[in-house]
C-alpha cells in the first residue's frame, strides 16, 4: 500500500501564553504545551503553565479554531505518581484536545479515566517500528505517535504504510540522538534526569565563562564547549559538545544543528504524515512567531500544488535567523548512521 498525499497539521511550541497566542495567531494547527512541573520533558523554570494559564490558552486556540495538546511526557518518580496523574486529570478538566504520554501506567490511567480524550504517544516512548506501535494501540488505544529524530523518511513511509496510528514527525527544531526518553547523558554529569525531571543540561547547571579569549560553556562543572569572540553561543546540551576523542577534536555526537525540513516537504507530504511538530517550547515567542509563520505559508503552497512547490529564501533566511547553530535540511532523515 502507497502512503496518499495529505496536508499535515501543524503542531506548535508554547512555554507560556504570549507563545501559544503567537503560535495560533501565525497559523498553527495545534499548540502543545505543559503544566509547571516535572511532568513533561521541557521543566525549566519560568516555562509552562498555570491551570488558570492553560485554560485561557486552551480557550484561545478553541476560539480561532485550533487545538491544545498538552504534554504529560516523563515518567513519574516512585512515591510521587500523583503529580503525573494529577496533570492528566487536569489537561482532561481543562478541555485539552489530546495528551502526550510516554509511561506505560500513565498511558493505562488516562485510558481508564478518560476514554474519550486522545491518547498521543510522546516521542520519549522511543517507539520506533510497527511492532512497537501496533501495542501501543493495541493495549493503550493511542491515537498518534511522535517518531524519535532517529528514523529516515523510508522508515517513517514504511511504518505508515502498515500501522492504523496516525504519524507525527519532529520538522523544525534541535536534533536528538538519542533513543528518546532513554538518554543517560544530562542524568551521569548534573544528576538530573531528562526523563524523570524534565530537564535536559538544567539551567542551574549551565555556566557561560568568558575568558580572555573564548567563552568557556561548561554543564556542572564539565567543559562541553568553547566558542571564540562573536561566535554565536547556543544553549550547550551534552550530546553537542565539541569533545577530543582519538586525537581528533570536534562534536563527536551530534553536530549543534537545527533541523528544517523545508525542501522535504513534498516528501513528507507523501509520506503519510498526520502532523508535523515544531520543537522549542523553552524557545521565545519571536522564535515561535517566525517558525510557525514559515511553517504554515511552505505548508499551504505544498499542499496546494506539490508540484511546484519550491522552498523561498526569504523561508530560510527566516529560518535561519532564529536557529540555534544554524540549520540543516534533513537532519536524521537522511542521516546514514543510525
Ligand atoms: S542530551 Fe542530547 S541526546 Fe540526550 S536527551 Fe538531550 S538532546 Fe537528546
Known sequence: MSSPFSKPELVCPAGNLPSLKAAVDAGGDVVYLGFRNASNARNF???NFSATEAQEGIDYAHQYGARVYIAVNTSPRPG????????????AELGADAV?????ALLDYAKRHYPSLRRHLSVQASACNYESLEFYRREFGIDRAVLPRVLTLDDIRALGDRTSVEIEIFVSGGLCVMAEGRCWLSSFVTGDSPNMQGVCSPAH???FEEQQDTLDVRLDGVLINRFAPNEAAAYPTLCKG???AEGKQGHVMEEPYSLNVLEMLPAIMHAGISALKIEGRQRTKHYVKEVVSVMRAA?????ADPQSYRTQTTWVERMNAVSEGGARTAGAYADEWR
Open 45 to 47: 523554570e519560568g516555562l
Open 299 to 303: 505548508v499551504d503552497a505544498c499542499a
Open 80 to 91: 510521587q505518581e500523583k503529580t503525573w496523574t494529577s496533570s492528566v486529570d487536569l489537561a
Open 100 to 104: 502526550i504520554l510516554a509511561d506505560m
Open 205 to 207: 547547571a549551565v555556566r
Open 242 to 244: 565539541c569533545f577530543e
